[in-house]
Protein backbone atom coordinates (compact mmCIF):
# COMPACT_ATOMS: atom_id res chain seq x y z
CA UNK A 1 0.00 0.00 0.00
CA UNK A 2 0.90 3.49 -0.64
CA UNK A 3 0.67 6.41 1.73
CA UNK A 4 -1.00 9.70 1.12
CA UNK A 5 -0.91 11.01 -1.82
CA UNK A 6 -1.99 14.67 -0.18
CA UNK A 7 -2.49 17.54 -2.99
CA UNK A 8 -1.94 13.88 -5.47
CA UNK A 9 1.27 14.39 -6.01
CA UNK A 10 3.51 11.18 -5.95
CA UNK A 11 2.44 8.61 -3.68
CA UNK A 12 4.82 7.15 -0.85
CA UNK A 13 7.10 4.49 -0.92
CA UNK A 14 4.70 1.26 -0.93
CA UNK A 15 5.34 -1.25 2.21
CA UNK A 16 8.40 -3.28 2.47
CA UNK A 17 9.30 -2.54 -1.02
CA UNK A 18 13.02 -3.63 -0.89
CA UNK A 19 12.32 -6.71 1.11
CA UNK A 20 9.70 -7.48 -1.81
CA UNK A 21 11.90 -6.94 -4.47
CA UNK A 22 14.34 -8.95 -3.02
CA UNK A 23 11.90 -12.26 -3.29
CA UNK A 24 10.64 -11.12 -6.17
CA UNK A 25 14.15 -11.03 -7.77
CA UNK A 26 12.70 -9.24 -10.98
CA UNK A 27 15.97 -8.67 -11.99
CA UNK A 28 15.81 -12.17 -13.46
CA UNK A 29 13.14 -10.90 -15.67
CA UNK A 30 9.70 -12.25 -17.57
CA UNK A 31 6.35 -11.66 -16.66
CA UNK A 32 5.40 -10.64 -13.12
CA UNK A 33 2.12 -10.02 -11.80
CA UNK A 34 0.97 -7.25 -9.25
CA UNK A 35 -2.17 -8.83 -8.04
CA UNK A 36 -3.38 -5.97 -6.34
CA UNK A 37 -1.26 -3.03 -8.23
CA UNK A 38 -2.82 0.00 -5.97
CA UNK A 39 -1.06 3.00 -6.70
CA UNK A 40 2.06 0.98 -8.17
CA UNK A 41 4.61 1.43 -6.20
CA UNK A 42 5.66 -2.21 -5.90
CA UNK A 43 5.33 -2.87 -9.99
CA UNK A 44 7.57 0.51 -10.77
CA UNK A 45 10.14 -1.38 -8.43
CA UNK A 46 9.77 -4.44 -10.43
CA UNK A 47 10.04 -2.73 -13.84
CA UNK A 48 12.82 -0.78 -12.89
CA UNK A 49 15.06 -3.69 -11.94
CA UNK A 50 15.35 -5.05 -15.75
CA UNK A 51 14.55 -3.83 -18.89
CA UNK A 52 13.50 -7.07 -19.37
CA UNK A 53 10.18 -7.63 -16.69
CA UNK A 54 6.68 -7.08 -18.13
CA UNK A 55 4.13 -6.38 -15.21
CA UNK A 56 0.15 -7.24 -15.05
CA UNK A 57 -1.42 -5.32 -12.93
CA UNK A 58 -5.28 -5.81 -11.53
CA UNK A 59 -6.98 -4.06 -9.10
CA UNK A 60 -10.59 -3.56 -8.29
CA UNK A 61 -10.44 -0.16 -7.87
CA UNK A 62 -11.00 2.30 -10.97
CA UNK A 63 -9.41 5.43 -9.29
CA UNK A 64 -6.24 3.44 -8.49
CA UNK A 65 -6.06 2.08 -11.85
CA UNK A 66 -6.28 5.28 -13.46
CA UNK A 67 -3.59 6.76 -11.83
CA UNK A 68 -1.33 4.10 -12.16
CA UNK A 69 -2.04 3.81 -15.71
CA UNK A 70 -0.31 7.37 -15.68
CA UNK A 71 2.19 6.56 -13.21
CA UNK A 72 4.12 3.67 -15.19
CA UNK A 73 2.90 4.88 -18.82
CA UNK A 74 6.63 6.11 -19.44
CA UNK A 75 7.27 1.89 -19.29
CA UNK A 76 5.04 1.38 -22.25
CA UNK A 77 3.90 -1.86 -23.62
CA UNK A 78 5.57 -3.43 -20.62
CA UNK A 79 2.82 -2.61 -18.38
CA UNK A 80 -0.86 -3.70 -18.71
CA UNK A 81 -3.23 -3.16 -16.47
CA UNK A 82 -6.98 -4.57 -15.43
CA UNK A 83 -9.82 -3.76 -13.59
CA UNK A 84 -10.28 -7.58 -11.29
CA UNK A 85 -10.07 -9.10 -8.19
CA UNK A 86 -7.18 -11.01 -6.86
CA UNK A 87 -8.92 -14.08 -7.22
CA UNK A 88 -9.15 -13.96 -11.28
CA UNK A 89 -5.81 -14.23 -12.05
CA UNK A 90 -5.83 -17.09 -14.17
CA UNK A 91 -8.98 -15.56 -16.01
CA UNK A 92 -7.19 -12.05 -16.17
CA UNK A 93 -4.09 -14.50 -17.61
CA UNK A 94 -5.88 -15.95 -20.19
CA UNK A 95 -7.78 -12.21 -21.47
CA UNK A 96 -4.13 -10.96 -21.26
CA UNK A 97 -2.87 -13.92 -23.79
CA UNK A 98 -0.19 -14.29 -20.72
CA UNK A 99 1.20 -17.40 -19.23
CA UNK A 100 4.06 -18.57 -17.41
CA UNK A 101 4.49 -15.70 -14.60
CA UNK A 102 8.14 -15.61 -12.94
CA UNK A 103 6.38 -13.69 -9.73
CA UNK A 104 3.14 -12.91 -8.76
CA UNK A 105 2.66 -10.35 -5.59
CA UNK A 106 -0.45 -10.01 -3.91
CA UNK A 107 -0.69 -6.99 -1.30
CA UNK A 108 -3.66 -7.00 0.65
CA UNK A 109 -5.41 -4.57 2.14
CA UNK A 110 -6.89 -1.17 1.21
CA UNK A 111 -4.54 1.40 -0.47
CA UNK A 112 -4.08 5.03 0.98
CA UNK A 113 -5.72 6.74 -1.93
CA UNK A 114 -8.90 4.54 -0.71
CA UNK A 115 -8.52 5.77 2.70
CA UNK A 116 -7.51 9.84 1.69
CA UNK A 117 -10.72 9.43 -0.33
CA UNK A 118 -13.43 10.73 2.08
CA UNK A 119 -16.72 10.02 -0.14
CA UNK A 120 -15.37 6.56 -0.32
CA UNK A 121 -16.02 5.92 3.56
CA UNK A 122 -13.07 3.82 4.46
CA UNK A 123 -11.63 6.36 7.28
CA UNK A 124 -13.76 7.71 9.91
CA UNK A 125 -11.70 10.91 10.09
CA UNK A 126 -14.10 12.48 7.42
CA UNK A 127 -17.67 12.43 7.70
CA UNK A 128 -19.00 10.47 4.48
CA UNK A 129 -20.94 8.22 3.32
CA UNK A 130 -20.94 4.45 4.78
CA UNK A 131 -19.33 2.85 1.70
CA UNK A 132 -16.32 1.01 1.70
CA UNK A 133 -16.25 -0.96 -1.44
CA UNK A 134 -13.54 -1.42 -3.54
CA UNK A 135 -14.75 -1.49 -6.43
CA UNK A 136 -17.68 1.54 -5.78
CA UNK A 137 -19.93 0.88 -8.47
CA UNK A 138 -21.06 -3.05 -7.42
CA UNK A 139 -22.10 -4.95 -4.51
CA UNK A 140 -23.38 -3.82 -0.80
CA UNK A 141 -21.68 -1.14 0.93
CA UNK A 142 -20.99 -1.06 4.75
CA UNK A 143 -24.48 1.39 5.40
CA UNK A 144 -26.50 -1.97 3.85
CA UNK A 145 -24.72 -4.77 5.58
CA UNK A 146 -25.53 -2.63 8.54
CA UNK A 147 -29.12 -2.36 8.15
CA UNK A 148 -29.80 -5.42 6.25
CA UNK A 149 -27.99 -8.50 9.05
CA UNK A 150 -29.44 -9.58 11.95
CA UNK A 151 -27.45 -8.28 15.19
CA UNK A 152 -26.02 -11.70 15.45
CA UNK A 153 -24.24 -11.67 12.12
CA UNK A 154 -22.75 -8.07 12.60
CA UNK A 155 -21.40 -9.03 15.80
CA UNK A 156 -19.92 -12.08 14.34
CA UNK A 157 -18.08 -9.81 12.02
CA UNK A 158 -16.99 -7.48 13.76
CA UNK A 159 -15.49 -10.19 16.30
CA UNK A 160 -13.79 -12.09 13.87
CA UNK A 161 -12.50 -9.88 11.26
CA UNK A 162 -12.31 -7.38 13.99
CA UNK A 163 -11.21 -8.86 16.73
CA UNK A 164 -13.45 -6.12 18.81
CA UNK A 165 -14.23 -7.93 21.98
CA UNK A 166 -17.11 -5.58 22.96
CA UNK A 167 -18.68 -6.82 19.13
CA UNK A 168 -22.04 -7.38 20.76
CA UNK A 169 -22.65 -4.11 22.86
CA UNK A 170 -22.00 -2.45 19.12
CA UNK A 171 -24.20 -4.67 17.53
CA UNK A 172 -27.14 -4.43 19.43
CA UNK A 173 -26.56 -0.47 19.55
CA UNK A 174 -26.50 -0.45 15.86
CA UNK A 175 -29.72 -2.69 15.62
CA UNK A 176 -31.15 -0.31 18.52
CA UNK A 177 -30.70 2.64 15.40
CA UNK A 178 -32.35 1.32 13.10
CA UNK A 179 -35.45 -0.33 15.03
CA UNK A 180 -35.54 3.52 15.85
CA UNK A 181 -35.67 4.64 12.16
CA UNK A 182 -31.96 5.77 12.62
CA UNK A 183 -30.28 3.42 10.59
CA UNK A 184 -26.41 4.15 10.22
CA UNK A 185 -25.30 5.95 7.47
CA UNK A 186 -21.94 7.93 8.11
CA UNK A 187 -18.50 7.41 8.62
CA UNK A 188 -18.83 10.12 11.44
CA UNK A 189 -22.48 8.24 12.80
CA UNK A 190 -21.02 5.05 13.16
CA UNK A 191 -17.84 6.38 15.46
CA UNK A 192 -19.78 7.96 17.29
CA UNK A 193 -21.45 5.10 17.77
CA UNK A 194 -18.56 2.75 18.58
CA UNK A 195 -16.97 5.22 20.89
CA UNK A 196 -20.05 5.45 22.92
CA UNK A 197 -20.55 1.46 22.97
CA UNK A 198 -17.09 0.17 23.36
CA UNK A 199 -15.50 3.59 25.54
CA UNK A 200 -13.03 6.32 25.04
CA UNK A 201 -10.04 7.13 23.22
CA UNK A 202 -7.38 7.23 25.14
CA UNK A 203 -3.75 8.93 24.37
CA UNK A 204 -1.69 7.35 22.48
CA UNK A 205 -4.37 4.10 22.13
CA UNK A 206 -6.12 2.84 18.54
CA UNK A 207 -9.42 4.88 17.90
CA UNK A 208 -11.90 2.69 19.07
CA UNK A 209 -13.60 2.33 15.68
CA UNK A 210 -10.65 1.60 13.90
CA UNK A 211 -11.23 -2.60 14.44
CA UNK A 212 -15.57 -2.01 13.58
CA UNK A 213 -14.55 -0.56 10.55
CA UNK A 214 -11.92 -2.81 9.81
CA UNK A 215 -14.32 -5.53 9.82
CA UNK A 216 -16.93 -3.90 7.94
CA UNK A 217 -14.48 -3.23 4.96
CA UNK A 218 -13.40 -6.88 4.93
CA UNK A 219 -16.87 -7.87 5.21
CA UNK A 220 -17.92 -5.50 2.33
CA UNK A 221 -14.88 -6.23 0.09
CA UNK A 222 -14.87 -10.31 0.74
CA UNK A 223 -11.49 -10.13 1.92
CA UNK A 224 -10.32 -13.28 3.10
CA UNK A 225 -13.05 -15.13 0.88
CA UNK A 226 -10.96 -17.75 -1.32
CA UNK A 227 -7.40 -16.76 -0.53
CA UNK A 228 -6.19 -19.83 0.59
CA UNK A 229 -7.50 -21.04 -3.20
CA UNK A 230 -5.61 -18.19 -4.69
CA UNK A 231 -1.90 -18.83 -2.96
CA UNK A 232 -2.83 -22.32 -4.14
CA UNK A 233 -3.60 -21.88 -7.79
CA UNK A 234 -0.62 -18.89 -8.13
CA UNK A 235 1.86 -21.19 -6.84
CA UNK A 236 0.31 -23.83 -9.66
CA UNK A 237 0.60 -20.80 -12.08
CA UNK A 238 4.52 -20.09 -11.73
CA UNK A 239 7.48 -21.12 -13.97
CA UNK A 240 10.20 -23.65 -11.88
CA UNK A 241 12.08 -21.03 -9.65
CA UNK A 242 9.29 -18.46 -9.55
CA UNK A 243 8.59 -16.26 -6.94
CA UNK A 244 5.33 -15.79 -4.91
CA UNK A 245 5.12 -12.91 -2.13
CA UNK A 246 1.88 -12.03 0.34
CA UNK A 247 1.55 -8.90 2.22
CA UNK A 248 -1.20 -8.92 4.49
CA UNK A 249 -2.61 -6.27 7.48
CA UNK A 250 -4.61 -8.79 9.27
CA UNK A 251 -3.91 -11.42 11.52
CA UNK A 252 -6.59 -13.62 9.74
CA UNK A 253 -5.14 -12.73 6.55
CA UNK A 254 -0.94 -13.72 7.53
CA UNK A 255 -2.92 -17.20 9.18
CA UNK A 256 -4.26 -18.32 5.71
CA UNK A 257 -0.92 -16.94 4.02
CA UNK A 258 1.26 -19.06 6.31
CA UNK A 259 -1.38 -22.07 6.46
CA UNK A 260 -0.93 -22.44 2.62
CA UNK A 261 2.96 -21.82 2.38
CA UNK A 262 3.15 -24.57 4.68
CA UNK A 263 0.89 -26.96 2.72
CA UNK A 264 2.41 -25.92 -0.55
CA UNK A 265 5.81 -26.94 1.24
CA UNK A 266 5.55 -30.54 1.90
CA UNK A 267 3.60 -30.05 5.57
CA UNK A 268 1.06 -32.17 6.60
CA UNK A 269 -1.23 -31.30 9.29
CA UNK A 270 -3.30 -34.40 9.26
CA UNK A 271 -3.61 -36.37 12.44
CA UNK A 272 -0.53 -38.94 12.90
CA UNK A 273 -2.96 -41.90 12.77
CA UNK A 274 -4.60 -41.11 9.54
CA UNK A 275 -3.74 -43.15 6.92
CA UNK A 276 -3.42 -41.08 3.80
CA UNK A 277 -2.75 -37.31 3.95
CA UNK A 278 -6.24 -35.63 3.27
CA UNK A 279 -5.10 -31.99 3.78
CA UNK A 280 -3.50 -31.41 0.15
CA UNK A 281 -0.02 -30.96 1.22
CA UNK A 282 2.44 -31.32 -1.67
CA UNK A 283 6.07 -30.11 -1.50
CA UNK A 284 6.05 -27.51 -4.54
CA UNK A 285 7.72 -24.65 -2.91
CA UNK A 286 10.49 -23.24 -0.85
CA UNK A 287 9.31 -21.15 1.91
CA UNK A 288 11.66 -17.95 1.83
CA UNK A 289 10.19 -16.90 4.93
CA UNK A 290 10.97 -18.70 8.37
CA UNK A 291 8.87 -15.86 10.17
CA UNK A 292 6.62 -13.08 8.63
CA UNK A 293 8.83 -10.15 7.59
CA UNK A 294 8.06 -6.54 9.34
CA UNK A 295 8.49 -3.26 8.26
CA UNK A 296 11.49 -1.91 10.69
CA UNK A 297 11.31 1.57 13.02
CA UNK A 298 12.25 3.98 10.14
CA UNK A 299 9.29 2.82 7.89
CA UNK A 300 6.70 2.60 10.56
CA UNK A 301 7.51 6.07 11.45
CA UNK A 302 8.02 7.03 7.79
CA UNK A 303 4.75 5.88 7.06
CA UNK A 304 2.23 4.49 10.58
CA UNK A 305 -0.12 2.74 8.17
CA UNK A 306 2.95 -0.25 7.72
CA UNK A 307 3.14 -1.34 11.21
CA UNK A 308 1.03 -4.05 10.95
CA UNK A 309 2.29 -5.54 7.16
CA UNK A 310 3.59 -8.84 7.41
CA UNK A 311 5.48 -10.22 4.28
CA UNK A 312 5.46 -14.31 3.06
CA UNK A 313 7.08 -15.42 0.23
CA UNK A 314 8.25 -18.53 -1.50
CA UNK A 315 9.95 -20.00 -4.46
CA UNK A 316 8.74 -22.83 -6.14
CA UNK A 317 10.49 -25.48 -6.86
Not at 38 to 62: F, K, Y
Amino acid sequence: MAAPLGGRGAPHRPVLLEETIKFLAPERGGLFVDCTVGLGGHSEAILNSSQNTRVLGMDLDPAALAYTRQRLAPFGERFHAFQANFRALNAVLQQANERDPNGILVDLGVSSLQFDSPERGFSFRFDAPLDMRMDPTRGDTAADLLQQLPESEIARIIFEYGEERHSRRIARRIVECREQGKPITTTTELADLVRQAAGGHKRNQIHPATRTFQALRIAVNHELEGLGEFVESAVDLLIPNGRFAGISFHSLEDRILKRELKKLSGHCECPPRLPVCACGAREVVEVLTRRPVAPGFSEIDENPRARSAKLRACRKL
